[in-house]
């Protein structure tokens, strides 16, 4: 078996909003870029309060094995 090689990441952004998911998942597509998007909750204030925030990973390719494969 070859030696599978991992995409770089080349850029790191949080938001708020699911506007600016969307665009970033429209613009890896256009780019041909790997994204990556997972969610995380943040205290936002004082009162116990929590914010959900989007953190997006770009990637300079996109993976060429299936990640939901069983290899």
């Given amino acids: 078996m070859a030696d599978e090689v991992q995409p770089n990441p080349i850029k790191l952004m949080w938001t708020n909003t699911l506007d600016d998911v969307k665009r970033a998942?429209?613009?890896?597509?256009?780019?041909g870029l790997g994204i990556d998007i997972s969610s995380e909750y943040h205290p936002a204030g004082d009162d116990g309060s929590h914010e959900l925030s989007w953190?997006?990973?770009?990637?300079?390719?996109?993976?060429e094995r299936d990640?939901?494969?069983?290899?």
Avoid: F, G, H, Q
């Fill in 25 to 31: 998942l429209e613009s890896a597509a256009e780019l």
């Fill in 55 to 63: 953190r997006i990973t770009l990637y300079d390719d996109i993976p």
């Fill in 67 to 71: 990640p939901d494969s069983e290899e």
